[in-house]
């Protein structure tokens, strides 16, 4: 008996942590949520502009993940796409440079796979690097105005906000108000 419940105990250690934790289906988005790792570069007001339409076009697709409605994901994914298109990275020099090529390499690979899937939920699980990749953003150079990165601990997901209210996109009407603020970026 000892070796039989031992061996559970031993099984479900060996289990990875995700395995463990009930999640939403096709969601597995456990996003590294470490602050301390993103620099803070002092940029031109011109590109803050730029990266604050590109946030200003995050919002609306928030909007339509939490409607629900898969085509509007669609159309709001690809007026963002658009936006981040319009950053002007010369603006940016040195390390500043090679961390905005990063991050918008980040937004539009999630921004791409948000707007050729027609499922909303690939939609969201594709949303998380984009909003991971936005934040970084944001809280490097700054939009000059305050922005709320909050967390859904049930799909382990991030997202911009210009309100410290929750509005879920992840689950939209079935959990709307699952969430956090867990910083507020000014």
Not at 63 to 70: M, N, T
Not at 84 to 94: I, P, Q
Not at 103 to 120: E, H, P, R
Request: charged letters at 20%.
């Amino acid at each position: 008996m000892k070796k039989q419940i031992l061996s559970l105990v031993v099984g479900v250690l060996s289990l990875p942590f995700g395995a463990m934790a009930q999640e939403h289906p096709g969601h597995n988005m456990d996003m590294n949520h470490d602050q301390a790792e993103v620099k803070h570069y002092d940029v031109r007001a011109e590109f803050q502009q730029q990266l604050q339409a590109v946030y200003q076009a995050s919002l609306a697709l928030n909007k339509a993940f939490v409607a629900g409605d898969a085509a509007e994901v669609k159309t709001q994914a690809g007026n963002m796409i658009h936006r981040v298109s319009e950053v002007d990275m010369a603006a940016l020099e040195g390390d500043a440079h090679m961390a905005w090529m990063q991050y918008m390499k980040t937004i539009s690979d999630g921004l791409d796979k948000i707007s050729v899937a027609d499922d909303i939920e690939a939609q969201r699980e594709a949303y998380a690097g984009v909003s991971e990749g936005l934040y970084k953003a944001v809280k490097s150079f700054g939009v000059g105005e305050t922005v709320y990165y909050q967390y859904c601990p049930m799909v382990k997901a991030t997202w911009l906000s210009d309100s410290e209210t929750i509005n879920n996109p992840y689950y939209g009407s079935k959990m709307l108000k699952c969430g956090s603020v867990k910083e507020t970026i000014n």
